[in-house]
C-alpha cells in the first residue's frame, strides 16, 4: 500500500495545470495570475513631495533656525497633477504632497517648519539635502517584474494591476469538479426520511464547500444508489468535468462498485486504490480524457475521511490545475495539550485539532472522538495533526506537526 507521500506524488505528478483565460480586473481576485506583470513606467514616474510645504534649494536654507529664519521669496506653486515653474535662487515654491519637484529645487521643507508673512517665507529650520523628495522608480522601475505568474490576486495585486494599466488579464482557468454521491442509504437535504437506516448527505455539500474555497468550480452531478445501472447513469453526466469526485462505494463492501463503473463508463486508468492514512485508507486515484488530463478521486464515505482526504490530497492537486506555485495547507508546529495513543501505528494518522496561539506559541488541543464519522471533531478543528506511521504515543506538551485548514486562529 502506498504511503501518505507517495500517493501525494502519484497524484501530484499526473495532475496538469489547465490553460489561461483573459478576465477582467474586477473578476480577478482570488484567482491565479498566468502572465508576469511588467511595470509599464517608473514609480514614482518623476521626483515628487512627500509633504505640504516649499520647493527650496538647500544652499538657502543652510543654517536656518527659530533664532535666525532664512527669508524666502513666495514664488508660483506646484499641486499633484500640474506643472510647476523653475525655481530661482532666493525663492521657495508652495509644493503639495505628490506634486513635482520644480526645477531648481532639492528639498522640501514641511510647512510645519516655516512661517508665512508678507508674501515671504521664513524658514525655521535646516534640513538635509533631498528631505521629503520621493524619488523617480524608487518603487519600481520601468521593465521590471512586479508580480510572477503563479501568485494568487489579492486586493495588494489587484491594486498594481490598475497602476500598470491591465483592465483585463490572464489567469489560469478553474476546473470543473463533478461530485457524485453514493449509497443507498444516502439522502439529499429536503428528501423526506422514512426508513431509520436513512442517512442525510453530508459530504455532498462539505464537498461542494471544499471545491469552491479552494478557487474551483463544483457542480453536483447527483445521487447513485448502489447498483450499476445507477452508477452508470450519474457517471455519464460526468463527461464533462475536468475532476470527478465521488463519495462512498470504494471500501471492500459488496456494493463497493465505484472502480468498477469508472473504468467501463469513463475509461479511467486506476493508479492507486489504498493509502495507508487514517481516515481515508480506501482512497481511489485515477486519471481519464483523451490526454489522461482529467483526475478521478474516489473519496470513501465517512465524513471526516472525505474531508481529509479533500485537504491534504484532491485540494494540492485543484491548486496545481489552477497554476499555483504553493500547493499545500500551511503547516505549523504546535504544543499537544493532551495525551495522543493509539494501538496501531501502520498508517499516517490526521488527528482533528484545535489550535490556539498564546504567549508566542501553538497549542493543539484534541477534540472529542477521532473515529472517522464523527462530523462534529472536524468543526471543532481547523488544524490535522499528523501522526506518523510508527509512533503511537505523543505526550502531552510535545510538539507535533498540524496541516492547518483553517488560519483563523
Ligand atoms: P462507504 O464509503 O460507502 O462504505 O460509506 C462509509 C460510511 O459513510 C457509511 O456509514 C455511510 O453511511 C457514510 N456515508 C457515505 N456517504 C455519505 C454521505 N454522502 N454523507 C454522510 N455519510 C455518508
Ligand atoms: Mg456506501
Same mark, same amino acid.
Given at each position: 500500500?502506498?504511503?501518505?507521500?507517495?500517493?501525494?506524488?502519484?497524484?501530484?505528478?499526473?495532475?496538469?495545470?489547465?490553460?489561461?483565460?483573459?478576465?477582467?480586473?474586477?473578476?480577478?481576485?482570488?484567482?491565479?495570475?498566468?502572465?508576469?506583470?511588467?511595470? /509599464?513606467?517608473?514609480?514614482?514616474?518623476?521626483?515628487?513631495?512627500?509633504?505640504?510645504?516649499?520647493?527650496?534649494?538647500?544652499?538657502?536654507?543652510?543654517?536656518?533656525?527659530?533664532?535666525?529664519?532664512?527669508?524666502?521669496?513666495?514664488?508660483?506653486?506646484?499641486?499633484?497633477?500640474?506643472?510647476?515653474?523653475?525655481?530661482?535662487?532666493?525663492?521657495?515654491?508652495?509644493?503639495?504632497?505628490?506634486?513635482?519637484?520644480?526645477?531648481?529645487? /532639492?528639498?522640501?521643507?514641511?510647512?510645519?517648519?516655516?512661517?508665512?508673512?508678507?508674501?515671504?517665507?521664513?524658514?525655521?529650520?535646516?534640513?538635509?539635502?533631498?528631505?521629503?523628495?520621493?524619488?523617480?522608480?524608487?518603487?519600481?522601475?520601468?521593465?521590471?517584474?512586479?508580480?510572477?505568474?503563479?501568485?494568487?490576486?489579492?486586493?495588494?495585486?489587484?491594486?498594481?494591476?490598475?497602476?500598470?494599466?491591465?483592465?483585463?488579464?490572464?489567469?489560469?482557468?478553474?476546473?470543473?469538479?463533478?461530485?457524485?454521491?453514493?449509497?443507498?442509504?444516502?439522502?439529499?437535504?429536503?428528501?423526506?426520511?422514512?426508513?431509520?437506516?436513512?442517512?442525510?448527505?453530508?459530504?455532498?455539500?462539505?464537498?461542494?464547500?471544499?471545491?469552491?474555497?479552494?478557487?474551483?468550480?463544483?457542480?453536483?452531478?447527483?445521487?447513485?444508489?448502489?447498483?450499476?445501472?445507477?452508477?452508470?447513469?450519474?457517471?455519464?453526466?460526468?463527461?464533462?468535468?475536468?475532476?470527478?469526485?465521488?463519495?462512498?462505494?470504494?471500501?471492500?463492501?459488496?456494493?463497493?462498485?465505484?472502480?468498477?463503473?469508472?473504468?467501463?463508463?469513463?475509461?479511467?486508468?486506476?493508479?492507486?486504490?489504498?493509502?495507508?492514512?487514517?481516515?481515508?485508507?480506501?482512497?481511489?486515484?485515477?486519471?481519464?480524457?483523451?490526454?489522461?488530463?482529467?483526475?478521478?478521486?474516489?473519496?470513501?464515505?465517512?465524513?471526516?475521511?472525505?474531508?481529509?482526504?479533500?485537504?491534504?490530497?484532491?485540494?494540492?492537486?485543484?491548486?496545481?490545475?489552477?497554476?499555483?506555485?504553493?500547493?499545500?495547507?500551511?503547516?505549523?508546529?504546535?504544543?499537544?495539550?493532551?495525551?495522543?495513543?493509539?494501538?496501531?501505528?501502520?498508517?499516517?494518522?490526521?488527528?482533528?485539532?484545535?489550535?490556539?496561539?498564546?504567549?508566542?506559541?501553538?497549542?493543539?488541543?484534541?477534540?472529542?472522538?477521532?473515529?472517522?464519522?464523527?462530523?462534529?471533531?472536524?468543526?471543532?478543528?481547523?488544524?490535522?495533526?499528523?501522526? /506518523?506511521?510508527?509512533?503511537?504515543?505523543?505526550?502531552?506538551?510535545?510538539?507535533?506537526?498540524?496541516?492547518?485548514?483553517?488560519?483563523?486562529?
Amino acid at each position: 500500500m502506498l504511503s501518505y507521500k507517495e500517493a501525494l506524488d502519484v497524484i501530484l505528478d499526473n495532475t496538469k495545470t489547465l490553460g489561461k483565460e483573459k478576465v477582467f480586473l474586477n473578476q480577478a481576485l482570488d484567482r491565479v495570475l498566468a502572465e508576469d506583470i511588467v511595470a /509599464d513606467r517608473d514609480n514614482p514616474p518623476a521626483d515628487n513631495s512627500g509633504m505640504d510645504g516649499f520647493a527650496v534649494r538647500y544652499e538657502d536654507i543652510v543654517g536656518a533656525s527659530e533664532e535666525n529664519p532664512v527669508i524666502l521669496t513666495i514664488e508660483g506653486e506646484s499641486k499633484a497633477g500640474g506643472t510647476p515653474p523653475k525655481l530661482q535662487k532666493g525663492q521657495a515654491i508652495p509644493i503639495y504632497t505628490g506634486a513635482l519637484i520644480p526645477e531648481g529645487a /532639492d528639498t522640501v521643507i514641511q510647512k510645519e517648519l516655516t512661517k508665512v508673512e508678507n508674501g515671504k517665507v521664513y524658514i525655521l529650520k535646516e534640513l538635509k539635502k533631498g528631505t521629503n523628495i520621493r524619488l523617480q522608480g524608487e518603487d519600481y522601475k520601468k521593465g521590471d517584474i512586479l508580480i510572477k505568474s503563479g501568485k494568487k490576486i489579492r486586493p495588494p495585486e489587484i491594486g498594481i494591476l490598475a497602476s500598470v494599466n491591465k483592465p483585463t488579464v490572464y489567469v489560469y482557468q478553474k476546473p470543473k469538479v463533478g461530485i457524485i454521491t453514493t449509497g443507498d442509504e444516502i439522502l439529499d437535504i429536503a428528501e423526506p426520511i422514512t426508513k431509520q437506516s436513512q442517512i442525510r448527505t453530508s459530504n455532498t455539500y462539505s464537498l461542494y464547500a471544499q471545491v469552491l474555497q479552494t478557487g474551483a468550480q463544483p457542480v453536483i452531478i447527483g445521487f447513485a444508489k448502489d447498483n450499476p445501472e445507477s452508477i452508470k447513469e450519474n457517471l455519464e453526466y460526468a463527461k464533462n468535468c475536468d475532476v470527478l469526485l465521488t463519495t462512498g462505494g470504494v471500501s471492500v463492501g459488496e456494493y463497493d462498485l465505484v472502480k468498477d463503473f469508472v473504468k467501463e463508463v469513463l475509461d479511467v486508468k486506476i493508479h492507486f486504490w489504498k493509502v495507508s492514512i487514517k481516515p481515508g485508507k480506501p482512497l481511489v486515484f485515477g486519471t481519464w480524457g483523451k490526454e489522461n488530463e482529467k483526475l478521478f478521486f474516489g473519496i470513501p464515505g465517512n465524513p471526516v475521511a472525505s474531508m481529509v482526504v479533500f485537504e491534504i490530497f484532491v485540494k494540492p492537486a485543484l491548486k496545481k490545475m489552477m497554476g499555483y506555485q504553493k500547493l499545500h495547507n500551511p503547516t505549523i508546529d504546535a504544543i499537544l495539550t493532551e495525551d495522543f495513543s493509539r494501538k496501531a501505528a501502520d498508517r499516517t494518522e490526521f488527528i482533528r485539532l484545535n489550535v490556539e496561539y498564546s504567549d508566542g506559541q501553538f497549542y493543539a488541543k484534541p477534540f472529542g472522538k477521532q473515529a472517522s464519522n464523527i462530523l462534529t471533531g472536524m468543526v471543532n478543528a481547523n488544524g490535522l495533526g499528523i501522526v /506518523d506511521i510508527d509512533v503511537y504515543k505523543i505526550e502531552k506538551g510535545s510538539k507535533i506537526k498540524v496541516v492547518m485548514f483553517d488560519m483563523d486562529i
